[in-house]
């Protein structure tokens, strides 16, 4: 991020538990930078939602410099993300700034930007933390982070607690609830009755694959080559 981007963005911090991530955030932000409007739209085309993208990016970057320089080896996986999601959250430098964007991508036409902004934090967590897989799994446990972020976050903006201790618990009663689900799946695939009932899901689903990391492509997946085409 360059420095007057950056500056700008800090700026609009200030800003933003008053105007929201607006454009009128982004004009006080630019003035006081000492730039115009015009300038601070070549960085933030959008106005106010590029703005609380770039903070969201920013708790993203945060979170990955914890995890990298945190020694995790003594943790269980699940523990790991646990870890992973509080840190995430606690990159946040204000809850008035995270209540602000979820304000803002509740709103239809920004929807989908925040369904993006979630899904990147997911995906940032299980590939940081070294996830490796390549069939559908890649989306499974991807959807089923950015729910349990999602709803830790929301619980997280109400929490009164000392040391938001309420949220923490929370936080692992959900990672608990996404394990037992995992252990009965893992029940079903061992036993030779779920085996052959799920064989048909499981025939389909095997053709998915996680998207290409160099395919330069923005697409959501892709089918396995060779795979066989239902007509």
Known sequence: MSDLKTQILDAAMIHVPFDGWSDTALRAAAADCG???????????????????????RGDAQMVARLTSTDLSALRFRDRVGFAVRARIEAAEDRELVRR??????????????????????????????????DYNWYTKRLTLSGVYSSTVLFWLGDESTDAQETWNFLDRRIDGVMQFEDVKRAIERNPIGRAVTAGPRAVLSCIRAPRRDAGQDLPGAIAPGAPQQG
Do not use: M, N
Request: hydrophobic letters at 40%; charged letters at 15%.
């Open 35 to 57: 730039t115009d409007y015009a300038t601070s739209r070549i960085y933030y085309p959008r106005g106010g939602v590029d703005l609380a993208l770039a903070f969201h990016q």
């Open 101 to 134: 964007g979820t304000t803002l991508f509740a709103l239809p036409p920004y929807a989908a930007d925040g369904a993006r902004a979630i899904w990147g934090t997911a995906d940032l967590i299980w590939t940081t933390l070294g996830d490796t897989a390549e």
